[in-house]
Structures are given as structure tokens and as C-alpha cells.
């Protein structure tokens, strides 16, 4: 089993972002994966897939329940553990326990992503048990000079970085170039997913951007990438005969209400 750690220096540069999308991304290719929160101080999974409140969550785990009845399947098709985001559950954070719970999950995956804090502390708890360490960062010299510090750390641990991925790209002249990012950090930048609107759009939504917007050059970035971490050719979807509009309305399951609008539009 792949475990994938999504981790950055600088908090805000897009991780839950990606490991959400990420995930959806290798499902669509037909991976079994399981998203999991591992940011026991913020975690946001939940909300961006528009639930606080989940029943069960890591922490019910911790506390003894067994790891497997505290997987949900959202509507996306995505299946995650989430966390609990309540304060008065901060202290039960217990991560070499969450490393040895998350183990248990081996049959039932054969990838586990998970989404961490920019607590370096944190991720480097829980990048110990990782086979891929995935770093996000975005272009500018303050994350880029954070996710350096993280790298740092991370090589004294003797611990592997698999790549760097440059969020929220813009391609202005304010941003850093990817070939500079690339030779300042010495690592290879495994991909570049643009700033996009639709990544805010989906974020009010309450979906991932990659199932709420198929068309987009968000979702196809994180295509892209999921297809080059498990070496298959990417395909780009054909577009539907449809409106961007439509098909968000359906994903969401609002199809029916949405056509009686046009209809009435067309009266
Ligand atoms: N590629 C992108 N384009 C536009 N907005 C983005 C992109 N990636 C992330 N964001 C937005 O940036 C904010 C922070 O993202 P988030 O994934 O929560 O970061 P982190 O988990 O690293 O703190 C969110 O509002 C998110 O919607
Ligand atoms: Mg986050």
C-alpha cells in the first residue's frame, strides 16, 4: 500500500486543495484510495466537502474505535476519514498512534493519501511512515523558502521527498519561474496546478474542484498529476454538450431543478 503524504512549509498553499483532488483524480483512474486527514489542528477536508460534522472521525479511532467504521464515502466518490474539528479534541492528537491505526487499512486501499498541518513538527511525525512525501509550495519566495526549511528537516530524517508541486501558478511576472523554484530547492517540481477560479468556485460548492468542474485546467493539472504518480496515459475528458453551469448543477443534484429553470426561460 502507496502512503502518500501531502505536506508544505507554509500553511495556505493549497494542500487539503490537493490531496482532496488528488485523490478524486486516482480514483477516476480506477485506484482504490482513502483520504484521511492528518491535521489534527485545522482539519478541512470535512468542510470543503461541505460536512463539520461527521459522526466518526479520527479521533473515534484513536479513542479505540475500529479504523475501518470511521471511512465515509462522499457523493464525489471519494472515500475519507475525516477529523473532528471541535478545540475541545485537540489534545487527543496522537500521532504515532495514527500512524499504526492507518495500517490497518491495507486491505481495503492500495493508496492512502494524507492531508497534513504546516506544523513541521507534525508532518515529519508523519511523514515517517510515508512511501511518497509530496510538497506543495506556491511561487513565491516565502513558501519556496519555507518548503526549503521543510526539505531540510525532512533529508536529516533520512526520509524521501518524491516531489515538489507548485500551486496556484499564475505564470505573472510576480511569480517565480519553475525552472528557478526547480534549481533553488533541487528538486524535481512533479507538477504545476494554475490559479484558477474554479478551485474557488468548487470551494463554495462544497466539491472538489475536479468532480464539480471537469473541464477545468485545475482539474486537468490534477489529472495530469495523479496519471504520471501511477504511470498511466492521461485522457482528457470530451467535453458534454452542456452548459459549465449544467454540469455543475447535476453534480450536485440540482439537475431537475436547473432544467425546469430553463425550461421555464424557454417559455
Ligand atoms: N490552484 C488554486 N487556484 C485558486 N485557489 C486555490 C488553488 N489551490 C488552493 N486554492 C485556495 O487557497 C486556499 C487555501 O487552500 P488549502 O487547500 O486550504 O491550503 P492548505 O491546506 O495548504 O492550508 C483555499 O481557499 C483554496 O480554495
Ligand atoms: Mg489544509
Known amino acids: 500500500m502507496r502512503t502518500i503524504v501531502i505536506a508544505s512549509g507554509k500553511g495556505g498553499v493549497g494542500k487539503t486543495t ?29 468542510l470543503m466537502l461541505g460536512k463539520s460534522n461527521f459522526e466518526e472521525t479520527i479521533i473515534s479511532a484513536l479513542e ?20 473532528n474539528i471541535s478545540l475541545e479534541h485537540r489534545h487527543k492528537k496522537d500521532i504515532p498512534k495514527f500512524n499504526k491505526l492507518i495500517r490497518k487499512l491495507e486491505e481495503y486501499a492500495e493508496a492512502l493519501v494524507i492531508d497534513t498541518s504546516s506544523d513541521t513538527a507534525d508532518s515529519i511525525e508523519i511523514i515517517k511512515h510515508a512511501t511518497d512525501v ?11 523558502t519555507e518548503t526549503l526549511k521543510l526539505m531540510k528537516v525532512i533529508e536529516q530524517n533520512n526520509q524521501k521527498i518524491v516531489g515538489v508541486i507548485v500551486n496556484k501558478y499564475s505564470g505573472k511576472e510576480y511569480d517565480m519561474k ?64 452542456k452548459t459549465k453551469t449544467a454540469v455543475v448543477m447535476e453534480k450536485v443534484g440540482l439537475k431537475k431543478w436547473y432544467e425546469n429553470l430553463m425550461e421555464e426561460d424557454e417559455d
Open 64 to 83: 479505540g474505535k475500529d479504523i475501518t467504521e470511521v471511512v465515509y464515502k462522499h457523493q464525489s466518490g471519494v472515500k475519507v476519514i475525516a477529523g
Open 178 to 241: 519553475i525552472e528557478n523554484i526547480q534549481s533553488l530547492i533541487g528538486q524535481k517540481v512533479i507538477g504545476v496546478v494554475p490559479f484558477h477560479k474554479n478551485v474557488m468556485e468548487s470551494l463554495k460548492l462544497k466539491y472538489p474542484v475536479v468532480y464539480s468542474h471537469p473541464q477545468s485546467p485545475a482539474t486537468e493539472a490534477f489529472e495530469k498529476i495523479a496519471c504520471n504518480m501511477i504511470g498511466v496515459e492521461y485522457k482528457k475528458d470530451e467535453p458534454e454538450n
Open 18 to 46: 490537493f490531496a482532496l483532488n488528488i485523490s478524486l483524480a486516482l480514483g477516476k483512474y480506477g485506484r482504490q484510495v482513502i483520504l484521511i486527514d492528518g491535521n489534527f489542528d485545522s482539519p478541512h477536508i470535512g
Open 134 to 144: 509530496i510538497l506543495i509550495t506556491t511561487p513565491d519566495f516565502i513558501s519556496v
